[in-house]
């Protein structure tokens, strides 16, 4: 099906300010804290993540601005131990630029921005794009991990399976997909069983 692309009115906000906390499981169990803020021209994201990543135990703090379209202006993540954090900048109309302000040509095109550590990384994507019951929609998004920082193109396939509620997400390339359960404001309540709120 088509996908409804402009932010349904039965989306509400109904606060200014989320502090949430998470927790996941399975080889790589960790926890997160984030806190979620709305201005009147932006909203901004901070979040502090913990666990066991593919070389010993992850610690790391990130940091997203967006503008009130959902759009990522501003992406920042710094590992625990490292000096400065790998930074990426977007004019919300697909031109992404490192921190130093260096043209990312191979992301032209992409609005979204998926990072693996964080819980919220699927909220921007399910209020900007607004999609209705059994909606679908294919897109482009930058996605980097703890792993591997290096800022990558991915394709992915966002499904709408109950408005607020159920949404499914799949990596089109290798078929691997999460269902993720959301509340009323587009925030993570669990995804596939391994991830899951506390508070």
């Known amino acids: 099906m088509h996908a409804t692309l402009s932010p349904p009115d039965l989306w509400t906000e109904n606060r200014d300010r989320h502090c949430l906390r998470f927790e996941s499981e399975g080889p790589e169990r960790g926890s997160e804290v984030l806190l979620y803020e709305r201005a009147s021209d932006a909203r901004r994201v901070e979040g502090v993540v913990t666990g066991a990543g593919p070389h010993g135990p992850l610690g790391l703090t990130h940091r997203t601005v967006l503008d009130p379209a959902w759009c990522v202006r501003l992406f920042e ?66 996605t980097l991990s703890a792993a591997d920082l290096a800022p990558v193109r991915a394709r992915r396939r966002l499904t709408c399976l109950q408005p607020l509620q159920l949404y499914r997400y799949d990596d089109v390339a290798t078929g691997i997909c ?3 359960v959301v509340d009323g404001d587009g925030f993570a309540m669990s995804v596939s069983g391994r991830l899951r709120r506390l508070a």
Do not use: K, N
Not at 80 to 103: F, N, Y
Not at 126 to 142: N, T, Y
């Open 178 to 180: 999460d269902e993720i």
């Open 77 to 142: 993540v710094r590992l625990l131990g490292l000096s400065e954090p790998e930074r990426l900048q977007s004019d919300a109309a697909g031109r992404w630029t490192d921190g130093h302000g260096v043209p990312l040509d191979e992301l032209s095109g992409c609005v979204d921005l998926e990072f693996a550590e964080t819980a919220f990384t699927w909220t921007p994507m399910i209020r900007r794009l607004g999609l209705g019951a059994g909606d679908s929609v294919e897109l482009d998004v930058v």
